[in-house]
Each structure stands twice: as structure tokens, then as C-alpha cells.
């Protein structure tokens, strides 16, 4: 059974930094695209970055580019969201996310990810 289940989030000032991390239980991590997605309250779940199953391609949404930083480690079955200069518009439950299909070029669509994890919540205080 897959699991993902995400850590690493926590209160900090606009401007600091915080890392989080996905840590995946299945057999095939290494094969799978994984990505970040936020909720912020009264908004829809939005498309954050995203990583190929090699780690060579990664895509990030304009709002977090040159910001976050999107990393895996197939050894550890992990991905780690570096995310820099955080401003209170960041703030949200982070969600990591699994697909499947074994793609070059990592997708930012919500509804071709197989697995979710229950989220972690960042708050950036202005």
C-alpha cells in the first residue's frame, strides 16, 4: 500500500525559509513523478512544482519560481520542497503527490496524480 506522508511545515516570518518533506512507502518510488500542491483557505488546491521519476526535469508554478527548489532522493524515497523567501501568500496545507505513469516532462494537473499524503500546514506571518 502506498503512503505519503509529508513533514517540515510550521509558523515562520515572510522573507525565512522552511524545508518539507515527502517521505513515500511503496516498492516504486523511483519510478514515480512526484509533486506539491497547496490549499490556501477559500481557495481551490493549486499546482505548486513538480519532479520527474530521475529527478533531471523539474517544473514550478511562476508564483514560486526562483524561490522553491524541488529535490528527490531515491534512495531515501523521498522529496524535499526547499522553499526561500516565504511570503504570507504562501501560506497553506501542502500536499505531496504521486503519479504513476512514467512520463519524461513532470505534469502540474491535479487529476493525473495516483497517491496523496493528508498535508502540512505553513503559515508565513507578515
Known amino acids: 500500500q502506498v503512503q505519503l506522508v509529508e513533514s517540515g511545515g510550521g509558523l515562520v516570518q515572510a522573507g525565512e525559509s522552511l524545508r518539507l518533506s515527502c517521505a513515500y512507502s511503496?516498492?516504486?518510488?523511483?519510478?514515480?513523478?512526484m509533486g506539491w500542491f497547496r490549499q490556501a483557505p477559500g481557495k481551490e488546491r493549486e499546482f505548486v512544482t513538480a519532479?520527474?521519476?530521475?529527478?533531471?526535469?523539474?517544473v514550478y508554478a511562476d508564483s514560486v519560481k526562483g524561490r522553491f527548489t524541488l529535490s528527490r532522493d531515491n534512495a531515501k524515497n523521498t522529496v524535499y520542497l526547499q522553499m526561500n523567501s516565504l511570503k504570507p501568500e504562501d501560506t497553506a496545507v501542502y500536499y505531496c503527490?504521486?503519479?504513476?505513469?512514467?512520463?519524461?516532462?513532470?505534469?502540474?494537473?491535479?487529476?493525473?496524480?495516483?497517491?496523496w499524503g493528508q498535508g502540512t500546514q505553513v503559515t508565513v506571518s507578515s
Open positions: 503527490a504521486a503519479d504513476r505513469s512514467l512520463t519524461v516532462d513532470p505534469t502540474s494537473k491535479e487529476g493525473e496524480y495516483d497517491y
Open positions: 519532479i520527474n521519476w530521475s529527478g533531471g526535469r523539474t
Open positions: 511503496g516498492r516504486t518510488f523511483s519510478l514515480y513523478t
